[in-house]
């Protein structure tokens, strides 16, 4: 059983066909709808589509003008992009643990993180559960901008609000095993005009027009380019699969909530923990990551692949990659739920058309081999004693 199995069929194949036979391979008209359709969606004015989550936060962060000299705080329990693609543009992330029940950013510890020298914050809706946008505001003042991490994020909702509605952006990701997916690209939504124009240019070398404005109305319109930018379009080849997953995102949701709801049942008893979901929260259940104590997580994966039950592990604590643990300027002892969690988290298979016979195995292989190693010396120790 894989860890994911996409759900695109031939009608993908058809919309790629009809790409094929205009004139547009690359941004074009195409990608235009697709933008219509998330800005209807997420109750935004703007939305950009990009060649990935990474290439959005770059192209992001140069619209903000930030870079040399600037700190962004990011929490220590994300993908390792969120804290790249700071490094990327000359600034400097710091890093802020995250909560021991929910693994979402410590507003707490945002605030005092905060300095003078302080552009914008990366909170991440981790595995599907937004971050409080208005709380972590009220931490971090008008000044620091909100550039909310959303790959995981799509469909999720906080307070009856959506990504991109209270944060100054929001970056999404539609890599092979996103909720939404054409195999790698994003998005960028915001309500801000002046942002949104500036990310124009900086999505295309800086270029103030692209493909489809330079010809426009039949003949070639002159370009220029008046600030640094990256390359970071979507082609309409892409593009033209996203839209019908979108009209369908709702009802997949529930799909994954309903197995996720199935797995929590089957895990109740058992030694293993999960993240919590707040109330206030609608997950958009991408993932379902669990902690297996005892320092038995890697043992756990290797019965997982030997059953052929794809699993892996999402993630470990940034900090603790060679890239940030050998930064001097990092203090390792900072990030201990993170830490922890990292050890010993691994994520178990989620998606649409997983059937009720591949959940039993997955469940069964859980609780009938993993959990009965746990009771060995030290093994129940839970992740809470930290």
Known sequence: MPFYRHALAGDAAASIAQVLESPFLTTG??????????CQFFDVAFAKLTSSWTQGAVATLLALDIGPGDEVIVPAMTFVATSNVVKQVGATPVFVDVDPDTLLIDIALTRAAVTS???????????GQMVDI????????????????????????RNGRRPGQDGDVAIFSFYATKNVTCGEGGAIITNNARLARTLVQTTLHGMSAGAAKRFEGGRYNHWDVARLGIKANLPDLLAVLLGPQITKVEERRRERQAIAERYTDRLAQTPLEIPRIDNASVSAYHLFPIFVPGGKRDLALQILSEREVGATVNYRSVTELTLYKN???????????STIW?????????????????????CDVVVDEIVPLLSTNGGATKRGVI
Do not use: W
């Open 29 to 38: 008209p195409r990608a235009a709808e697709v933008e219509k359709q998330i």
């Open 342 to 362: 990292g050890e010993g988290t691994l994520t178990l298979p989620l998606f649409p058309g997983l059937t009720a016979a591949e959940q039993d195995l997955v």
């Open 327 to 337: 930064d001097p300027m990092i203090n390792q002892q900072s990030f201990p739920h």
């Open 134 to 157: 208005p709380a972590l505001r009220e931490a971090v003042g008008p000044d620091v901008a909100i550039i909310e991490d959303a790959a995981h994020c799509f469909e999720g909702m």
């Open 117 to 127: 020298r302080t552009k914008a914050v990366i909170p991440v809706h981790l595995y």
